[in-house]
C-alpha cells in the first residue's frame, strides 16, 4: 500500500473514531440532565423502550467493535441486556466514560484490513459470514449511535428534557432549510 493511500486511510479512522467519541460525549451530556426515573421510564409517548435501553443498545455496539479490534471478529448480534447500564444511570456514564477511554487508547487500525462480520438476518436463520473493513464499520457504529440518539431525544422531550444542540442529528443534515436550497445570487 502507498503513503498517500495509508496516510489517508489513517485520517479516515482518525476522524471517525473522533466523531463516534463527540457522539458519545453527547450521549453522556444528556444522561447527566436526566434523574434516574426519566432514564428508565418506559413506555415514554408512543415509544415502548426506555432511554437506558437504547443507550445500552449503542453501547454495546461500541463494545463489539472494540472486542473486534483485537480479533478481527464482529458479532453485533451477541451483546447482553438488562445490564447495570440498562438500570442505573451511573452505571451509564460510567461505562460512557470507560468506552471513551478505550476508543482513544486504541492501537492505530487498519482502515482496510479484512474482518469477518457475522449477522444473523432471520429469527430462525443461521448466522451470516461476510467480509467487511474495520473503517466501514467503525462508521457503522457512528451512525447507529446518531440514530439511537434522534430516538433518546424524542423521548427526552416526551419529559421535557431541553436537548443539546444537534443531539441526535447526522453530520449531513442541515442547520437550516436555507442550507438544503441552492444560493440564489
Known amino acids: 500500500m502507498n503513503n ?28 447527566m440532565l436526566l434523574n434516574q426515573d426519566q432514564y428508565v421510564l418506559a413506555p415514554v409517548g408512543d415509544v415502548r423502550s426506555s432511554i437506558a435501553s437504547h443507550v445500552r443498545h449503542a453501547l454495546e455496539h461500541v463494545k463489539s467493535l472494540l472486542r473486534a479490534t483485537g480479533t478481527g471478529r464482529l458479532d453485533y448480534d451477541l451483546r447482553d441486556r438488562d445490564t447495570p447500564v440498562e438500570r442505573e444511570l451511573p452505571a451509564a456514564t460510567a461505562e460512557i466514560d470507560s468506552l471513551i477511554d478505550a476508543l482513544r487508547r486504541i492501537d492505530p487500525i487498519d482502515a482496510n484490513a479484512d474482518w469477518t462480520l ?38 427526552a422531550r416526551r419529559q421535557g428534557i431541553s436537548l443539546p444542540a444537534r443531539f441526535g442529528y447526522a453530520p449531513s443534515t442541515p ?3 436555507t442550507e438544503c436550497q441552492p444560493c440564489a445570487r
Open 118 to 155: 457475522g449477522a444473523r438476518v432471520t429469527e430462525s436463520g443461521a448466522t451470516l459470514g461476510m467480509r467487511t473493513t474495520p473503517l466501514r464499520e467503525l462508521v457503522f457504529v457512528l451512525s447507529h449511535t446518531i440514530h439511537h440518539n434522534a430516538l433518546i431525544g424524542v423521548m
Open 175 to 177: 442547520v437550516s432549510e
Open 4 to 31: 498517500t493511500h495509508s496516510s489517508s486511510s489513517d485520517n479516515a479512522v482518525c476522524s471517525a473514531r473522533g466523531a463516534l467519541v463527540e457522539v458519545l460525549l453527547q450521549v453522556r451530556g444528556l444522561l
